[in-house]
């Protein structure tokens, strides 16, 4: 391969939002031969096919683009061998890819994972990790391998996570970390040396289900407030009030008395212990808006009892 602080040739493969700042990184800084992402799918009131924030991106920077259905053939498999791609980028993809084409790169396939490995392996580690509560969390430079996010680690960095941060707002600081982090290690490639993840402190992030989004006031308010938090903006916390399901969008837990679900005060909710103060809600149909906004349409709701 090239010597350090050469350009190279690589293969980016991404599709959501969270990919784009890693591909205009890499953009920047080296050879993007081909970009690969998920297929256009049916969006809007009208259901036309709409590309993926990554194949939009890399049009605009005139980049060739493929979106295979799958991988797994064998004229696909040479397709993307034939590109001589020094490394490919890998960033929230959604396929699975075959061996053989983590062997095609001179160099492999990276991957740019939004957790501190080995813990949050799998498809929702920034929501896993506000819910249950980490310090931190960070990204990792992984090679890939057949495993679920099981390969070695080539780079790391972390970032505290702060009763402020949302998935939302962890996802956009997490995928500029990443895209930093990226344009770094390639730099540094030919001097890496790929760190063996620990067998201790794996853990698994599940998909999130849209069954898990409502919330359970029975529960202490710490947990409340960071499962609202961690499921902020999609699919969204929500639980029923006397106008209608609420979703909730940001909180804070605070000190508080009251019965489960009762709110004690302005949009103070009552927990199992303690309570949360409501700051961000979205009513059906309606824009997100404050605690403050929403209780200018609704009045008080001190002595509601949201379910």
Not at 187 to 201: C, I, K, S, W
Not at 221 to 236: K, M, T, Y
Request: glycine share 8%; hydrophobic share 45%.
């Amino acid at each position: 391969m090239s010597d350090a602080g050469k350009k190279i040739r690589v293969i980016f493969m991404g599709t959501p939002d969270f990919s784009v700042p890693a591909l205009e990184a890499i953009h920047a800084a080296h050879e993007i031969v081909c970009v690969y992402t998920q297929p256009p799918r049916p969006a809007g009131r009208g259901k036309h096919p709409r590309p993926t924030p990554v194949h939009a991106r890399a049009e605009a920077l005139g980049l060739p683009v493929r979106h295979p259905v799958s991988l797994k053939g064998a004229e696909a498999q040479a397709e993307f061998a034939a590109l001589d791609a020094d490394v490919a980028v890998v960033v929230a993809y959604g396929l699975i890819l075959p061996q053989a084409v983590l062997d095609a790169p001179r160099h492999g396939c990276l991957n740019i994972h939004a957790s501190l490995l080995p813990r949050w392996r799998g498809a929702a580690p920034i929501q896993r990790a506000i819910m249950a509560g980490d310090a931190e969390t960070g990204v990792c430079i992984m090679q890939m391998e057949a495993g679920l996010d099981t390969g070695p680690v080539l780079m790391r960095a972390a970032t505290p996570i702060t009763e402020a941060d949302t998935s939302a707002r962890l996802h956009d600081r997490l995928a500029q970390m990443g895209a930093a982090l990226i344009v770094e290690t390639l730099a540094r490639l030919p001097d890496l040396v790929p760190e063996p993840q620990p067998e201790e402190g794996v853990t698994y992030a599940a998909k999130i289900d849209k069954a898990e989004a409502r919330v359970d006031w029975t529960r202490p308010a710490e947990e409340v407030a960071r499962h609202i938090r961690g499921l902020s903006p999609f699919p969204g916390a929500w639980c029923e009030a006397p106008f209608g399901r609420l979703k909730l969008l940001d909180a804070r837990a605070v000190a508080g008395e009251g019965a489960p679900g009762d709110v004690i005060a302005e949009l103070s909710v009552a927990c199992g212990s303690d309570a949360v103060d409501l700051r961000e809600v979205q009513r059906e149909g309606k824009r997100a808006m404050t605690a403050e906004d929403l209780l200018r349409g609704t009045g008080p709701l001190v002595g509601a009892r949201l379910t």
